[in-house]
């Protein structure tokens, strides 16, 4: 028997570079940074959109968009920005007990 390799040849090229698979990897490059682009402000412009749209079409209360804003928005963010990170013991519990002696310093001042 003869020596075949397992690798497959994969005769799909763009800009000289040969693809690996990945969709990314198959665009070229001018496009992937227009498409960075895209994927950063298009969220912004259809909040924005929404926003204008329900304020033309209904008079919304501002105390319910804070409320949804601050209840609901502010953990959400909070949660996928941890998703992301490796949390390190030491580390967050010098982050808790700075937040305790902020609490605290907050709550002394108020009395």
């Known amino acids: 028997m003869e020596n075949?390799?397992?690798?497959v040849q994969d005769p799909v090229r763009f800009a000289?570079?040969?693809?690996?698979?990945s969709f990314a990897e198959t665009v070229p490059v001018e496009y992937?940074?227009?498409?960075?682009?895209?994927?950063?402000l298009l969220p912004i412009f259809l909040v924005i959109l929404v926003g204008f749209t329900l304020g033309k079409l209904?008079?919304?209360?501002?105390?319910t968009v804070v409320d949804v804003r601050y209840y609901?928005?502010?953990?959400?963010?909070?949660?996928?920005?941890m998703l992301s990170k490796r949390i390190v013991l030491l580390e967050a519990s010098q982050i808790w007990a700075?937040?305790?002696?902020?609490?605290a310093g907050t709550r002394s001042a108020k009395r």
Do not use: H, W, Y
């Open 4 to 7: 075949q390799t397992s690798e």
């Open 16 to 21: 000289g570079q040969r693809c690996q698979g």
């Open 32 to 40: 992937r940074l227009m498409l960075n682009v895209l994927n950063i």
């Open 58 to 63: 209904k008079r919304l209360d501002m105390t």
């Open 72 to 81: 609901i928005g502010l953990p959400a963010l909070a949660f996928t920005a």
């Open 98 to 103: 700075s937040a305790l002696v902020v609490i």
